[in-house]
């Protein structure tokens, strides 16, 4: 190694012996490198932007990259997200324009730099981005499919500065990401090496959190669907009567169902008939929206003799039962919920002012802005029912209200505030009325939640049983009882319980008139002979009115004293439960004796009478059900319980809160009434004329109904009724009755927004489903097992445009 060293001293030495040419050339060659690095050269200069270009890009890439990674939707409600999305992809969009601007510029400017300054490092770090930013467009696809909303907005602190970054929308932010990241940079840059490790690592963060998301909502979607499985199994097991099993339903997809079917709806409302056959009009007719098909029948009024004994009020139906639908008034609205509904409607419900005007200062209705007001009173408690209600009670304490006197019967209602007021006392009340020029006054008792029919007493009985209401009142109800050997009081007889009550507070008890007079001589004379004994005769110091109040015998005594059969007593053949379509009779009926007779015992007191089968049900007799009567009673009413709270209350969507006006289209022995007891409803339970006489129990637990033949009108107006429900019924008159008009007819006393709940064999549920999907109505559930089914519709606004002249009904 010295001598190598010492040799190369050697020949440096020896250079100086070189020649002149040879040290020139080699300054001339230096002056030339200088001049060559001093002159302005283009393409270092294009290298040199291209690369700073490059690393822009990335950088900007890199960055949204980390910052959608990041991003997280919170705990923001659904509603807030979705209103940012807009926002964010407006500014997403600006965001994009930049990005792929940059890219323009980097792409031109790299076309334009040799291959040398690429090279193969670069063709290799193209691949491993490109790859990298696959992946993470990936992984932003999942994390947006696991989401409602597609972009968030999040304010990042780095380095005490902060700046608002906003998250691109999912395909379009990979789109671009992949773009960037297929920029190579012709130079490793460590920084951007180092932040493209923290974007992967983010991203399997990121992809971890993701999939412990969707753990946590499939968990959730599991506990969820595991809930309604707990519930509707119930539902299963207590739709179908003879049920032992149970099934899981399509509850939640049946809801699912139902939405579509309401924006169908909403897309076909111009269409008069749809595809399932049937094709609706409104009914064109005198009455319009309070149209009464049974109690509107002009040709029938024309054709009367004689009106002397209100013919002209009572029910007279068209021969073929209408199939058009009834007009909504106009501004109709969903009427006011219960208890504010017994001080005030809405006007355009029932838009009539003429009883304000008549009877405004007896405080029975007013008119008040856009609401009809009721103070409570009547023509005689012009104060307040209330306080009419206690004055009756201390004329006689052992009216007992709500307790001993639970169901009684109002006759001549009017707005039927006395019945409105008297659910205070627990007490249901049947008020009645014509319709006659007291204009809707029961279309108002109704609106306003209170249980009311339009009927008359004329020439027929009333459609009740014999022997079932605990009092009967009639306060100036204009009844003439008197005449005609005192038909109509008889019929009062017929349906007052043994020891009932009859309160009566009217001018001819505390007025001297001469004509009050006659009334009142008329009456203690008949009264005497029908053996009722005036328990009081009370006057009212506030109201300025009297009531006399009588008492039905317990005992035929009285009867059989009588020197006179005048009143006479009915034939042993004449059954006063006989109330449909049947001619009053000028006669009374025995007083039930036997101690198995119903009639011959008081009911328990409210509310033990409405759980205990009556006294007078015995094993000997055979239920409807098949099995001995009380057992049949008890199982029918656990049933119905079991129904009600598995399924009615909790299994369909109903908001009970908004239900008052219930109608048991069907009823039995009343159990699904009986169940609904604990709710702020009242029920009308309607046995029909063809099936077992089941009416006389359901009084007894202290519920009420009414006989009805269903291929006629109800007697109620229109609009009556929030809920109906209906339990073999369509069956029964598909085999007598047009189910069009039936539904036709459902549709006319259901309010808007009003249920229907059905519950009968398969082909039938499909039948009246279709009818119902062309009335527009809401599908709110479907479930059958065993060729039976179970139904829930909801009625909606709709109306056709199409009218149908009715010409019975139109003047």
């Known amino acids: 190694m010295a001598l190598g060293k010492y040799q190369r001293v050697d020949s440096r030495k020896s250079s100086s012996y070189c020649s002149t040419g040879v040290v020139i050339a080699f300054v001339a060659l230096c002056l030339v490198g200088v001049w060559m690095m001093t002159s302005p050269s283009v393409v270092p200069e294009r290298n040199e932007i291209s690369q700073d270009g490059k690393a822009e890009v990335g950088e900007i890439a890199t960055e949204t990259k980390s910052r959608q990674f990041e991003d997280s939707q919170g705990d923001l409600p659904e509603d807030a997200m979705k209103g940012d999305s807009n926002n964010n992809s407006d500014q997403q969009d600006e965001g994009n324009s930049e990005v792929q601007d940059n890219q323009k510029a980097s792409q031109q400017t790299t076309e334009e730099t040799t291959e040398d300054n690429q090279g193969d490092k670069s063709e290799k770090d193209n691949g491993d981005k490109g790859a990298g930013s696959d992946e993470t467009s990936n992984a932003q696809t999942d994390k947006g499919a696991g989401s409602d909303d597609t972009s968030t907005a999040q304010t990042e602190s780095n380095g005490g500065e902060q700046k608002t970054e906003e998250a691109e929308s999912n395909t379009e932010s990979g789109e671009t990401q992949a ?219 052992d009216i007992a209200w709500g307790k001993q006197s639970r169901v009684i019967l109002d006759v001549g209602c009017g707005v039927a505030s006395f019945g409105g007021y008297l659910f205070d006392k627990d007490v249901l009340t049947m008020s009645l009325a014509p319709k006659d020029e007291h204009e809707a006054q029961v279309q108002f008792a109704l609106e306003r939640g209170i249980p009311a029919i339009s009927a008359v007493m004329g020439t027929k009985r009333l459609p009740f049983p014999g022997n079932v209401f605990d009092a009967i009142h009639c306060a100036r109800c204009r009844v003439p009882w008197h005449i005609e050997g005192g038909q109509l009081l008889l019929e009062l007889n017929r349906m007052l319980r043994p020891g009932g009550y009859f309160l009566w507070s009217a001018t001819p008890v505390y007025q001297k008139l001469p004509e009050d007079v006659e009334i009142w001589n008329a009456m203690t004379e008949l009264t005497k002979k029908m053996c009722w004994e005036l328990v009081t005769i009370k006057e009212d110091k506030v109201d300025l009115v009297g009531a006399a109040i009588y008492r039905k015998p317990l005992t035929n005594e009285c009867y059989e004293n009588r020197q006179e059969n005048d009143p006479p007593l009915c034939k042993e053949s004449d059954d006063p439960n006989a109330a449909w379509n049947v001619s009053l009779q000028a006669c009374m009926h025995k007083i039930p004796v036997d101690e198995t007779a119903r009639g011959s015992h008081w009911p328990e007191q409210w509310p033990l009478r409405l759980e205990r089968p009556p006294y007078w049900l015995t094993s000997n007799q055979v239920g409807v059900y098949g099995k001995a009567a009380p057992e049949d009673f008890t199982s029918d009413y656990k049933h119905w319980k079991h129904v009600v709270t598995k399924s009615y209350l909790s299994g369909m969507g109903i908001s009970w809160s908004k239900v008052r006006n219930v109608m048991d289209m069907r009823s039995i022995y009343g159990g699904f009434a009986a169940a609904l007891k604990d709710l702020n409803v009242w029920v009308m339970n309607v046995v029909t004329i063809d099936s077992p006489d089941t009416l006389p129990i359901i009084y007894e637990r202290g519920l009420f109904g009414m006989y009805h033949d269903w291929c006629e009108s109800f007697s109620t107006y229109p609009r009556s009724y929030d809920l109906l429900h209906a339990d073999h019924l369509f069956s029964k008159l598909k085999k007598r009755c047009n189910l069009v008009a039936v539904m036709a007819e459902v549709d006319r006393i259901l309010r808007p927004e009003g249920k229907l709940i059905v519950r009968d064999n398969v082909e039938i549920i499909n039948e009246i489903e279709k009818m119902a999907k062309s009335l527009h109505w809401e599908i709110r559930l479907t479930y059958s097992k065993d060729a039976e089914g179970l139904l829930c519709v909801q009625k909606t606004m709709w109306r056709p445009k199409e009218m149908e002249v009715i010409a019975s009904a139109t003047v």
Not at 243 to 265: L, V, Y
Not at 316 to 340: D, F, N
Not at 350 to 373: D, I, R, S
Not at 375 to 392: E, M, N, R, V, W
């Open 179 to 397: 773009q960037t990241g297929g920029q190579a940079e012709p130079v490793e840059n460590p920084i951007e090496t180092k932040k493209e490790e923290n974007v992967e690592e983010k991203v399997d963060e990121n992809q971890e959190q993701q999939s412990e998301n969707s753990s946590d909502n499939k968990k959730e979607s599991s506990d969820s669907s595991q809930g309604a499985n707990e519930v509707f199994p119930d539902v299963a097991q207590a739709e179908i009567l003879n049920e032992t099993t149970t099934q899981n339903g399509s509850f939640s997809t049946q809801r699912a169902e139902s939405k579509n079917e309401k924006e169908k709806h909403q897309s076909t409302e111009s269409k008069e008939e749809d595809s399932t056959g049937y094709s609706w009009r409104v009914c064109n007719v005198t009455a319009g929206p309070d149209y009464i098909p049974c109690l509107d029948n002009v040709q029938a009024l024309k054709k009367l003799r004689s009106t002397r004994h209100y013919e002209h009020r009572e029910r007279h139906c068209p021969e073929e039962a209408p199939t058009c639908l009834v007009a909504l008034p106009e501004g109709y609205r969903r009427s006011i919920e219960w208890p504010k509904s017994r001080d005030k409607i809405w006007y355009y419900n029932v838009p009539h002012t003429k009883l304000a005007a008549v009877k405004g200062h007896q405080n029975w209705v007013k008119v008040t802005g856009e609401y009809l007001t009721f103070p409570g009173g009547g023509t005689q408690f012009k104060y307040g029912a209330s306080h009419y209600i206690d004055f009756l009670q201390e004329g006689v304490p």
